[in-house]
């Protein structure tokens, strides 16, 4: 698992209410690693950044790259340029973070764009998506929402079930083989302490 420590700690917590599950148990159940917001990991032989979505609850959105390829998913967040210039008037947000919601968070130019459009004002409208330039526009599904309301934009909306996957062709990175048969290794308890966490992360 690739998220905060912040994240991380609220969904373990949150989850372990629900299910009512031990915390010690949850968190041995997958590995997670730690990210800084701002900084890409190197994973697979491609790289992941994360940035901080704007939601009632704490979210973050990343972009993928891979062999020339990318692809932006939104997370929860709320984006409406004027909804947050209103915001930033308010003194809510600053003008920091107003410009880099609007410019380089969840609507970012990219290959795929996974875009939620939920219900404002916790979730981005419609209308602000359709206000986006051409080069932005065209690489947008969006998630989040119905199909009754999908269908009255001018976006397709993500299906669920494998047979809609969406993929993007790209080659295959150099040694790519190698670094997923080093990821078994990690998941697998015995191998855990095997120092060859650094070698993956090359």
């Known amino acids: 698992v690739l998220t905060t420590r912040t994240i991380m700690a609220a969904f373990v ?5 629900i299910s009512e599950m031990n915390y010690d148990f949850l968190q041995r159940l997958f ?5 800084k917001i701002g900084e890409p990991v ?26 020339g390829k990318s692809i932006v998913y939104s ?13 930033q008037q308010r003194g809510i947000i600053s003008a920091e973070r107003c410009a880099s919601l609007c410019t380089d968070c969840s609507v970012q130019q990219a290959d795929l764009l996974l875009h939620e459009a939920g219900i404002a004002p916790i979730h981005t409208p419609f209308d602000a998506l359709a206000k986006l330039p051409d080069n932005i526009k065209r690489s947008i599904r969006v998630i989040h929402c119905n199909d009754a309301r999908a269908a009255e934009s001018e976006f397709e ?4 079930g494998f047979e809609h996957t969406i993929t993007i062709d ?9 670094n997923q048969i080093l990821q ?19």
């Open 31 to 35: 590995c997670f690693h730690s990210v």
């Open 170 to 178: 790209t080659e295959p990175p150099l040694h790519a083989e190698a």
């Open 184 to 202: 078994i290794l990690l998941v697998t308890d015995i191998f855990r302490k095997f120092d060859v966490e650094s070698i993956v992360d090359v």
């Open 42 to 67: 190197h994973f697979q032989g491609g790289s992941i950044k994360f940035f901080y979505s704007l939601h009632a609850l704490p979210c973050i959105g990343f972009r993928a790259e891979l062999a």
């Open 75 to 87: 997370s929860d967040t709320y984006y409406d340029p004027d909804g947050l210039a209103a915001l």
């Open 157 to 160: 909306k993500v299906q669920p």
């Open 13 to 17: 917590r949150k989850y372990a209410l």
